[in-house]
Every structure is written in structure tokens, then in C-alpha cells.
């Protein structure tokens, strides 16, 4: 099994991948390294503007989606969990993974999203809340959720 995601951890085997996040950037970058060829990944990916965009490089077949925050504050918008339900949602029968590391409410809302309207497996996602708006990192349990 090929290692990337969350602190390197094993990639979990799918057909498809939807990778979500802002502060997960890093994450992100090395799950797709570590995809393989006959994988297809969405990640959608919310940075201040196109300079922060970033070469990511996979094997996989990636349709990569930057989303600009255009001068609003990080954490201060709906894009990333905006862009979840735009993506269109692969067959029951596809093997999926879906990962995001987000700011709390984006991450709250996402994960309400694929699990309650959606019904995607716990063993299929792994949401978690890297940080909080309004919170210093020492005030902030941080969540997750396999």
C-alpha cells in the first residue's frame, strides 16, 4: 500500500479519491504522489489566490480544482464545503476515499455532508479540523474522524 496522506500514513486502496483542504495542502500533495496509475482523484484546494498555487504531481488521473479566496480571510468562506457538493459523486459500487483537513466549520459542514446526506462508510473518509477561526492553536482541541 502506497504511503502519503496525513503524516505519511498508508493510502487507503480506492478508485477513487476526493481530497479536500487548505491547511492539508501537504497532505494532499502526497497522497497524489503516491496514487497509482489506474486511480482517479478530485482535490480541490482553497489558497489566497494564484500565487499560492503549487505544481502537484501523480500518476493518477487528477482533476485538480484551486479555489481562490480573492482577499477573504482564511477560514472566513464556504468555498471548500461549496465545492464538495459540486463535485458529482461516484457509483455505490466505485471503492472511494475521501479525505479533508480543514478549518472547524468547513470541516463540521463536510463531514455532515458526507455523512448524513451522502452515507459514505466511516471507513471510506477521514475528516479533521486542523484549526479553528477565532481560537489560538494552544486553545484548540483539534478533531478527526476516521
Do not use: C
Not at 491547511?23 to 489566490?49: F, G
Not at 475521501?98 to 459514505?120: H, K, P, S
Not at 471510506?124 to 481560537?135: E, F, I, P, S, V
Amino acid at each position: 500500500m502506497p504511503h502519503g496522506g496525513r503524516d505519511g500514513r498508508p493510502v487507503p486502496q480506492a478508485d477513487w479519491y476526493l481530497l479536500v483542504g487548505e491547511t492539508a495542502l501537504p497532505a494532499i500533495a502526497r497522497t497524489l504522489e503516491a496514487l497509482p496509475a489506474h486511480a482517479s482523484a478530485t482535490a480541490l484546494i482553497e489558497v489566497a489566490d494564484t500565487g499560492e498555487e503549487q505544481a502537484l504531481h501523480s500518476k493518477a488521473k487528477v482533476d485538480l480544482r484551486w479555489l481562490h479566496r480573492n482577499g477573504a480571510s482564511v477560514g472566513a468562506t464556504s468555498l471548500l464545503p461549496d465545492a464538495v457538493r459540486e463535485v458529482p459523486m461516484r457509483p455505490a459500487d466505485t471503492p472511494i476515499h475521501a479525505m479533508a483537513g480543514v478549518e472547524f466549520t468547513a470541516f463540521q459542514a463536510i463531514r455532515r455532508y458526507w455523512r448524513d446526506e451522502l452515507r459514505l462508510d466511516n471507513k471510506d473518509t477521514l475528516a479533521a479540523a486542523y484549526w479553528r477561526r477565532g481560537r489560538a492553536e494552544g486553545n484548540f482541541n483539534h478533531s478527526a474522524d476516521d
